[in-house]
């Protein structure tokens, strides 16, 4: 497998986390099974090499997109590949989706929406383009035209700013005084932030806190009780329930660096 990442350029940084690519050969008889992640953060896809079937219930699979939206989400799913792949991908930041297609990010939570469903013409457009572009750095160029021509001022610079109080803190931020530094009241403020991130206020402070534990931990380097407590798990048992939730193994199964079709990027 050869993973690759890309950082985006100043201009893009407040609505892209990063770009990367991911291409892989597949032996014959020998399907790849990749398991996503509960992710606060969108993530716009385009295939331009192979496909990937979503696996189901009772051991079924799905056909899913080409190119589309991966929404923010708070679930597990699985895809498997039977042939070589080459994937891009765009990491959005959690607010980005109202701001660069004008829906609410609660309508796509959870969903993996079809690019040219969202945005009809403009979207095949540049799907096509993405398919048939000579290489990443071309891809790249593709992209960052695309998100600069689709962005538009946000007129909630009060979520943008909550969002990043949340990430500055990892999740252990008080909702309430956000929403006081905001000047809005408590319930102005879970309808703005769920209208742009997909999920309430403490929801996504809780995927930011698990994520950020899982970041911030090193074998060796301390025990994962200390980890968790450090992080605000005060219960051993509330630990483990969000683990199993949002990544479907144990945090040890996890930390061993062999749970299977979990892809830890190099």
Known sequence: ??????????????I?????????????????????LANFCPELIFHYGGT????????????TFITGV??????????????????????LQPYAIPLLFGVSSTAIKNELIDLESLLKQEGKDLADKMMLAKGNTERLQLINH????????????????????????????????????????HRQFERKFKEHIGFSA????????FKSLINSYKKGDSTLTKVAYDFGYYDQ???IQDFKQFTGYSPNAYFSGEAREVFYAP
Request: charged residues 20%; contains cysteine; proline residues 3%.
């Open 146 to 185: 695309f998100l600069a021509y689709r962005l538009k001022q946000s007129e909630r610079q009060e979520i943008v700013y909550a969002t990043h109080q949340i990430y500055h803190l990892k999740g252990l931020a008080n909702i309430r005084d956000l929403a006081d530094e905001c000047s809005l009241s």
């Open 52 to 63: 990937f079937r979503e696996l189901v219930a009772n051991d079924k699979n799905k056909q």
């Open 1 to 14: 497998m050869n993973y690759q990442q890309y950082k985006p350029p100043q201009i893009l940084s407040g």
């Open 16 to 36: 892209v986390q990063q770009y990367w690519s991911l291409d892989g050969n597949i032996p014959v008889g020998q399907p790849y099974i990749h398991r996503t």
């Open 70 to 91: 991966h929404g923010q989400t708070d679930r597990i799913r699985r895809f498997t590949a039977t042939k070589s792949y080459g994937i891009f991908g765009v990491i």
């Open 237 to 239: 048992a509330h630990f």
């Open 202 to 209: 403490k929801s996504f402070a809780r995927l930011v806190r």
